[in-house]
């Protein structure tokens, strides 16, 4: 249309056709964009950062959005990558903050979603986890309109204020997104991820970071620049005891000076929790699990000698563990049993509803007006999602972990390659330690007011590697290993 309206007016357009535009605008918007960037950001905060920070924060952002949208392998990547290394967070007004994780996986989600559609192609990869993962979100979905309308309009939608300063609506919306985002992570990863290399660089990217995560919380060395610093919570202990010793298992085709490599890093990460955070029994019991776990489905006879080498440290210290560790749990947690015996039997069985729940958060309202001055938060994942969705939606989550370790337990000796049969084990190993883990605390849906929205940092890698073991189903092959050697 313009060369038309130029050609009219008598100017020639054939040597225009010759420049490449699209080169000279990148270059001419990059260099005005850099400019701007060298006049403002010296003056400029964003939502608390530097200009230089946000600046650089929002070019990775576009470089990521960008890669997602060429290939959704890039976006389970990005899902790692930030809640590892990005801590930047959005501030919601409040105490609380939304972590960068939460929106790129968000991102992630909507893209593959918005994928099918655009394919006329809405189907996922079939499992014994699909039924009862979706039925989990829908319910959690219809979880917060019903603790509106349904129960107490004193407590529910009125947009009272909870201890966070924020309103109660925003603090369920808060909730309601941890608790179908994270199961939709899984999904996403469970349908996506469909040729071996990456696989192995989530191993890598999981284990890499092992040695640096150790120094940064010893104090030694922390880096830290515009909003990227390697943080990797509470769960990952779990995870990287799992892969090394997994790896170091039932993979025969690594070298055997790495597969060592590995399991001295597992022996440091348990150790450095046994002994240096032993009363943190989150940061290193799950852990132990996951090894014990895989070590018995490698080699009964290794299982035991390790439990007898385990009782024998163990008694050798006894009056440090019973008297350090064991006092300082009963010292601070021993009110425990009765917060959980309150929010299931007082309030979930005759207060709210014991079928459907209060919905996202809502046992909480009830026990500040029943109990006021002395309501606690369970720190008890199995006790929040049966006070937050009933027995109903309790029962569809257990049918959904039951789903996820059957798939990866059937699939198990069918691997093609010795490291997908290791990732596979690994990852199963992971699942029951997490399984362990959410009875000492809310690592894998994160309550608003214990960990927190933050918290979802922390939960989202351990989500994405189990979507990362179904996904393996598509790899499947009819061999048939055995699982353990005498």
Same mark, same amino acid.
């Given at each position: 249309?313009?060369?038309?309206?130029?050609?009219?007016?008598? /100017?020639?357009?054939?040597?225009?056709? #010759?420049?490449?535009?699209?080169?000279?605008?990148?270059?001419?918007?990059?260099?005005?964009?850099?400019?701007?960037? =060298?006049?403002?950001?010296?003056?400029?905060?964003?939502?608390? #950062?530097?200009?230089?920070?946000?600046?650089?924060?929002?070019?990775? $952002?576009?470089?990521?959005?960008?890669? +997602?949208?060429?290939?959704?392998?890039?976006?389970? $990547?990005?899902?790692?990558?930030?809640?590892?290394?990005?801590?930047?967070?959005?501030?919601?007004?409040?105490?609380?903050?939304?972590? +960068?994780?939460?929106?790129?996986?968000?991102?992630?989600?909507?893209?593959?979603?918005?994928?099918?559609?655009? #394919?006329?192609?809405?189907?996922?990869?079939?499992?014994?986890?699909?039924?009862?993962?979706? &039925?989990? !979100? $829908?319910?959690?979905?219809?979880? *917060?309109?019903?603790?509106?309308?349904?129960?107490?309009?004193?407590?529910?939608?009125?947009?009272?204020?909870?201890?966070?300063?924020?309103?109660?609506?925003?603090?369920?919306?808060?909730?309601?997104?941890?608790? !179908?985002?994270?199961?939709?992570?899984?999904?996403?990863?469970?349908?996506?991820?469909?040729?071996?290399?990456?696989?192995?660089?989530?191993?890598? +990217?999981?284990?890499? *970071?092992?040695?640096?995560?150790?120094?940064?919380?010893?104090?030694?060395?922390?880096?830290?620049?515009?909003?990227?610093?390697?943080?990797?919570?509470?769960?990952?202990?779990?995870?990287?005891?799992?892969?090394? *010793? =997994?790896?170091?298992?039932?993979?025969?085709?690594?070298?055997?000076?790495?597969?060592?490599?590995?399991?001295?890093?597992?022996?440091?990460?348990?150790?450095?929790?046994?002994?240096?955070?032993?009363?943190?029994?989150?940061?290193?019991?799950?852990?132990?699990?996951?090894?014990?776990?895989?070590?018995?489905?490698?080699?009964?006879?290794?299982?035991?000698?390790?439990?007898?080498?385990?009782?024998?440290?163990?008694?050798?210290?006894?009056?440090?563990?019973?008297?350090? /560790?064991?006092?300082?749990?009963?010292?601070?947690?021993?009110?425990?049993?009765?917060?959980?015996?309150?929010?299931?039997?007082?309030?979930?069985?005759?207060?709210?509803?014991?079928?459907?729940?209060?919905?996202?958060?809502?046992?909480?309202?009830?026990?500040?007006?029943?109990?006021?001055?002395?309501?606690?938060?369970?720190?008890?994942?199995?006790?929040?999602?049966?006070?937050?969705?009933?027995?109903?939606?309790?029962?569809?989550?257990?049918?959904?972990?039951?789903?996820?370790?059957?798939?990866?337990?059937?699939?198990?000796?069918?691997?093609?390659?010795?490291?997908?049969?290791?990732?596979?084990?690994?990852?199963?190993?992971?699942?029951?330690?997490?399984?362990?883990?959410?009875?000492?605390?809310?690592?894998?849906?994160?309550?608003?007011?214990?960990?927190?929205?933050?918290?979802?940092?922390?939960?989202?890698?351990?989500?994405?590697?189990? =979507?990362?073991?179904?996904? &393996?189903?598509?790899?499947?092959?009819?061999?048939?290993?055995?699982?353990?050697?005498?």
């Amino acid at each position: 249309m313009i060369d038309d309206g130029l050609q009219r007016i008598g /100017i020639d357009t054939t040597p225009l056709h #010759r420049v490449r535009w699209t080169k000279w605008i990148l270059a001419l918007a990059a260099i005005g964009l850099a400019g701007w960037m =060298g006049l403002t950001a010296p003056r400029l905060y964003v939502m608390g #950062r530097t200009g230089f920070e946000f600046l650089f924060m929002m070019i990775l $952002l576009v470089i990521g959005a960008v890669l +997602i949208f060429y290939r959704l392998e890039f976006g389970v $990547l990005a899902i790692v990558a930030s809640s590892f290394f990005i801590r930047f967070t959005f501030s919601t007004g409040s105490q609380s903050a939304v972590p +960068i994780s939460l929106l790129v996986s968000g991102f992630v989600v909507a893209v593959w979603v918005l994928s099918m559609l655009a #394919r006329r192609k809405l189907q996922l990869a079939p499992g014994k986890y699909v039924a009862p993962t979706l &039925l989990f !979100i $829908l319910l959690c979905l219809l979880s *917060v309109p019903y603790s509106w309308l349904m129960l107490r309009p004193d407590l529910f939608g009125n947009g009272g204020t909870g201890r966070s300063g924020m309103s109660f609506t925003f603090v369920q919306l808060g909730g309601l997104a941890l608790m !179908i985002l994270l199961p939709a992570v899984m999904l996403m990863t469970a349908n996506v991820l469909k040729k071996e290399v990456w696989f192995k660089i989530l191993f890598w +990217i999981v284990v890499a *970071v092992a040695i640096p995560e150790l120094l940064s919380r010893l104090g030694i060395l922390r880096l830290s620049f515009a909003g990227i610093a390697l943080n990797t919570g509470a769960s990952y202990a779990l995870w990287v005891v799992a892969f090394t *010793v =997994g790896q170091a298992l039932f993979n025969t085709s690594f070298p055997k000076p790495l597969r060592a490599a590995l399991v001295a890093i597992a022996t440091i990460w348990i150790y450095y929790g046994a002994e240096m955070g032993a009363t943190w029994f989150s940061g290193w019991m799950p852990a132990a699990i996951a090894l014990m776990f895989l070590v018995f489905m490698r080699s009964r006879a290794l299982f035991f000698v390790l439990l007898i080498l385990g009782l024998a440290v163990f008694s050798t210290r006894i009056d440090h563990y019973v008297q350090n /560790i064991w006092n300082d749990a009963v010292h601070y947690d021993a009110n425990r049993f009765e917060i959980w015996q309150i929010i299931i039997f007082d309030l979930t069985l005759t207060k709210t509803n014991f079928l459907f729940g209060a919905g996202p958060v809502g046992y909480l309202p009830f026990y500040e007006t029943y109990y006021p001055g002395n309501a606690w938060v369970s720190h008890n994942n199995y006790v929040d999602i049966f006070a937050e969705v009933g027995l109903v939606g309790f029962a569809i989550f257990l049918w959904m972990q039951y789903g996820i370790f059957r798939s990866g337990w059937d699939q198990r000796r069918a691997m093609p390659t010795p490291f997908l049969t290791a990732f596979n084990y690994s990852v199963l190993g992971g699942f029951t330690g997490t399984l362990f883990a959410m009875g000492l605390g809310d690592w894998h849906i994160p309550f608003v007011y214990n960990i927190g929205i933050p918290g979802f940092d922390v939960a989202v890698y351990g989500w994405l590697l189990l =979507g990362a073991m179904l996904a &393996l189903r598509s790899f499947r092959t009819n061999t048939a290993p055995t699982d353990a050697h005498a």
